[in-house]
């Protein structure tokens, strides 16, 4: 461990008092008369660092950062340029240590490419040792990513701040200077200065602290393991913690703000369970000796998974056992077990480039949901998991989609692949995968890719080659026994040996993760006869027929993993199509066959006519001889094929009608998720009638469910879920008795003056009841200021989105820009929120438009936050006119603003596909709902 020497000691001092005027010594723009010698965005590997000494000092009150940066440098070809990055530091006494001594440095910026080229007069030779030294100073960033500032209240008014950081995925550039590329892995000795009212910690265990002038402390850490820079984290603040070592010895600490310390047993109790059992399932010990969760105030996304010291959003890790709901708890587990799968999957073996961050993402998003159903089963996660392809599929019928490995160059690109493909899709894909070679297999072929890659990075092929001959265990040393014996019989369901040439996996997945979009597989059932064809569902209209267009449309071929049930056998069996077309047969005659057997394919299934007469059929008179899983994807695949015209609406209406019967959590979110947009649909376009008669069917099918439901907190996990959507849904579309009961409710809780305990599953229907008026509004918002429970502040902010009331929404979006009241990080999620009520809609484009600039500063162009903005306020627009309006103003901007982002694309898709739904299937549903009325008596709602 390196001390800073006393010259830097006075360096940090003065760089503190005088913060941003610091002079940059030795600095040269990019425009100078000195051509920068790099002409490209991904760094040269001439030179690569080896280790990092890093010292920084945040001052909290001056909001900016002084330190200095020591790289040892591995130098594989002779050069006078060592090309690195930085951006918006200020510079300082850049040197180069050689062994014969040390020389100066000339500082060139590139500020497009974010890079600094280190000039040598001299050449530097390669294959010696060699380390660069430079100081630096910024200010804290005021958005959420580099090292940021964050603030919060006490319950007393006191204003206080911390300093955290987010590198991922190209802002530890803003902080230090540094090869900010994942594959440029590197040691990390980090050091932070702070005053005496403030903790630090980072990565690793604080070793020691050494007392400075100034009643200053400077604490040192051990030095980490072989890391990219996207995962080097470090906090100053006045957190307080709680701890507890695992059964293999980690000692896990939650950190959060002193008040809300007592909201952290949960968070605590799980990571400890979670990170024992990926201890267990991966047979690779965690490498570091601790592991820090820390919930900061102020977040974008929803956590990071720093190695040893993974970040939070408060909501995202504090629970109240009296104020949080089992909703709230499920959603802390699997971010917990995400972020900590990425220990392994992210940090252990890392990506790369950007370009496959589905291998870190997709596999985190996999594992959460494997972790938390094994270490709370109760929660029943894997009924979950269905809505996460379903929710990719959304995105990845546009033409506008992206596949899985997408080739990317600048930080807007790597940004916008944070997205629903590289997450979801990528999860999706490794669970059909799973399936199909059956887990066991699935798990060795991990465990080898874990191994073979530890500290390491990769790209596809090395994940397929990790799965091929799976059953040779000559490079997993101490794999386990039961592994080894079965892989000695193992065989494939198709009946394929895996260890033969027969199946390659790379050939299969290939077709996954290096073409965009899904497929459709039409069955035609013909005596015993299988026909089966293969087609690219695409859901948005063809482009003109442009070159570029002509390539684009030549019809992909997937290879397909199939599974399929019959009404003649619960047997699940298996089958991979690898072509366009295919035929088998089966054995017997049947009544029914179910493709896609409990949604374990990333494909949507079209039985012909005569085919989904069947599924109709058999769900109305018997649907339990299908699973829940089994029933939901039939309602997702029907109206997909609504979608592009391959069934008409009234097949699809007909299929849900069924519902009235259903009980089982999954098919009747399922049916929510269908049925509701099209609610909102209508309700958009302002069709009164067609909007009461789809409102009364809705009430009528979930009627029976929504009236036996208790106003308390007993039941599963899953029936409270359930439970709360029922009865939000119910009261916000004006049920009578749910809207009464909620109202009593409300009076009573608001003459308590917030004191009487409601049950936590109703609360969100008592509170967008009691928003609907201006007392109950501000009295809901008051509350919302004086709240400490992150869980209630979130369901008063749905439910205050849900007002009538065009004013108070107006000024609760005004309120979250400013971020004193509402914290802007919140902003995103208030946006749509708003844009989802009828009467806020327009409020949210005409805020998102003029606030467009101050959004892409805090939020960053690119990001998962702005696409959600973006996406989340048009989504629901259906008329030229609002297209008209959505094009003029995303064209007016510069690329600088945006206006290249993917998500705008997906935008203007989605707004014609809404459009071309409308023209199709309005009248259509208006018929099916005016028969179905004169059909059946029903009563009165």
Same mark, same amino acid.
């Given at each position: ?46 030179? *690569? ?24 440098? %591995? ?30 440095? #000339? ?82 000795? !980090? ?7 403030? !903790? ?14 100034? +009643?200053?402390?400077?604490? &040192? ?18 957190? /307080? ?38 201890? %267990? ?38 629970? &109240? ?20 799968? &990425? ?34 089963? =109760? ?16 995105? %990845? ?43 066991? *297999? ?31 265990? +000559? ?19 198709? @009946? ?27 069955? %035609? ?75 374990? @394919?990333?494909?949507?299934? /079209? ?15 018997? /649907? ?94 899953? #029936? ?49 009841? @009691? ?43 005004? =309120? ?53 903005? *973006?996406? @989340? ?37 989605? !707004?014609? #596909? ?28």
């Amino acid at each position: 461990m390196l001390v800073a020497p006393l010259c830097l000691v006075v360096f940090l001092y003065l760089g503190q008092a005088l913060g941003a005027q610091l002079p940059h010594l030795n600095w040269r723009d990019v425009n100078s008369a000195q051509p920068f010698p790099w002409l490209h965005m991904r760094l040269p590997q001439t030179v *690569v660092p080896v280790h990092y000494d890093l010292t920084i000092h945040p001052n909290l009150t001056t909001l900016s950062f002084t330190g200095v940066v020591r790289i040892q440098l %591995d130098v594989l070809e002779e050069t006078k340029a060592i090309i690195l990055h930085a951006k918006h530091l200020k510079t300082f006494n850049v040197k180069l240590k050689t062994p014969e001594g040390s020389r100066s440095l #000339e500082v060139i910026e590139n500020s497009v490419y974010q890079q600094l080229a280190l000039l040598s007069h001299e050449v530097i030779p390669k294959g010696r040792d060699y380390e660069v030294h430079m100081e630096f100073a910024a200010n804290l960033s005021d958005s959420f990513h580099g090292f940021y500032k964050s603030s919060y209240r006490t319950s007393s008014g006191e204003l206080r701040t911390l300093a955290s950081t987010q590198f991922e995925a190209t802002f530890a550039r803003t902080a230090f200077p540094c090869f900010d590329e994942p594959a440029f892995k590197a040691n990390f000795t !980090i050091s932070i200065v702070r005053e005496a009212r403030h !903790i630090a910690i980072s990565n690793m265990p604080k070793i020691k602290t050494v007392a400075l002038p100034g +009643n200053v402390f400077e604490d &040192h850490f051990a030095t980490t393991v072989k890391m990219s820079t996207y995962l080097v984290a470090f906090i100053v603040s006045d957190f /307080h913690s709680v701890s507890k070592t695992t059964q293999h010895g980690v000692k896990i600490s939650v950190y959060a703000v002193a008040e809300k310390i007592n909201q952290t047993d949960f968070a605590l109790d799980a990571a400890v369970k979670l990170l024992d059992f990926y201890d %267990d399932y991966f047979n690779i010990p965690y490498p570091l000796p601790k592991q820090d969760l820390a919930a900061i105030p102020d977040f974008q996304s929803g956590a990071m998974e720093n190695w040893g010291l993974t970040t939070y959003r408060e909501s995202a890790l504090l629970f &109240h056992p009296e104020k949080s709901s089992v909703t709230d708890k499920v959603h802390i587990a699997k971010i917990i077990a995400h972020e900590l799968a &990425h220990q392994w999957f992210g940090n252990l073996v890392t990506m790369e480039w950007w370009n496959d961050l589905w291998l870190n993402e997709g596999f985190a998003k996999f594992m959460e949901f494997i972790a938390v159903n094994a270490t709370y089963p =109760q929660f029943r996660v894997n009924d979950l998991f269905l809505g996460k392809c379903y929710t990719a599929m959304e995105v %990845d019928s546009l033409r506008s989609s992206h596949p899985v490995s997408t080739a990317v160059e600048n930080p807007t690109e790597i940004q916008e692949m944070f997205d629903k493909v590289s997450y979801d899709k990528g999860a999706c894909l490794l669970n059909m995968l799973k399936n199909f070679l059956t887990p066991d *297999v699935f798990e060795v072929g991990i465990l080898r890719y874990l191994k073979r890659y530890s500290y390491k990075n990769t790209a596809n092929s090395h994940l397929w080659e990790s799965l091929t001959n799976v059953c040779n265990l +000559n490079d997993l040393p101490g794999a386990p026994t039961k592994q080894k014996e079965f892989c000695s019989k193992r065989i494939l369901p198709s @009946g394929e040996n895996y260890d033969g040439e027969k199946l390659n996996i790379k050939t299969v997945m290939d077709t996954w993760t290096l073409q965009k979009g899904f497929p459709l597989v039409n069955i %035609d059932l013909k005596s015993r006869k299988l026909i089966l064809t293969q087609q690219h569902y695409l859901m948005t209209e063809p482009e003109p027929a442009t070159t570029k267009a002509l390539v684009e449309t030549e019809t992909p071929i997937w290879q397909i993993p199939l599974t399929y049930k019959t009404s003649d056998s619960a047997t699940t069996h298996y089958h991979l199509m690898r072509t366009a077309v295919d035929l088998f047969r089966i054995p017997n005659d049947v009544d029914w066959i179910k493709f896609n057997v409990d949604m374990s @394919g990333y494909y949507v299934v /079209h039985y012909g006519k005569q085919g989904w007469k069947n599924m109709i059929k058999l769900l109305h008179n018997n /649907h339990t001889a299908l699973s829940g899983k089994d029933r939901a994807s039939l309602i997702h695949d029907v109206f997909r094929l609504v979608s592009i015209n391959k069934l008409g609406l009234e097949t699809a209406l007909d299929l849900t009608a069924y519902l009235s019967k259903e009980t089982d959590i999954i098919s009747v979110t399922q049916g929510f998720q269908e049925l509701l947009p099209i609610y909102k649909l209508i309700q958009r376009r302002e069709l009164g009638l067609l909007e009461d008669s789809m409102k009364s069917f809705m009430l009528d099918l979930f009627k029976h469910l929504i009236d036996s439901q208790s106003w308390d907190d007993s039941g599963s996990a899953s #029936e409270r879920t359930l439970r709360s959507s029922l009865l939000v849904f119910a009261c916000v579309r004006n049920y009578t008795p749910c809207v009464t009961k909620a109202k009593h409710l409300f009076n009573m809780w608001r003459d308590s003056d917030g004191q009487m305990s409601l049950p936590v599953d109703v609360t969100l229907a008592v509170y967008a009841v @009691g928003a609907q008026t201006e007392e109950g509004w501000d009295f809901l918002f008051e509350f919302h200021r004086r709240a400490l429970q992150m869980s209630v502040q979130t369901r008063i902010r749905i439910a205050l989105a849900s007002s009538p009331l065009r004013q108070k929404l107006k000024w609760i979006l005004e =309120q979250s820009l400013l971020g004193e009241v509402i914290k802007t990080q919140d902003l995103p999620h208030l946006l749509v929120s708003v844009s989802r009520n009828p009467r806020g809609h327009r409020l949210a484009w005409d805020f998102l438009r003029a606030n467009w600039q101050t959004l892409i500063k805090k939020f960053e162009v690119g990001s998962s936050s702005i696409a959600r903005m *973006v996406k @989340g306020v048009t989504d629901l627009y259906s008329t030229k006119t609002m297209l008209s309006s959505v094009e003029k103003f995303f064209s007016s901007l510069t690329v600088e603003m945006g206006s290249e982002m993917r998500c705008i694309q997906q935008t203007y898709d989605a !707004i014609r #596909e809404n459009i071309r739904w409308g023209e199709t299937n309005f009248s259509v549903l208006q018929s099916w709902l005016k028969k179905r009325t004169t059909r059946f008596t029903h009563e009165d709602l």
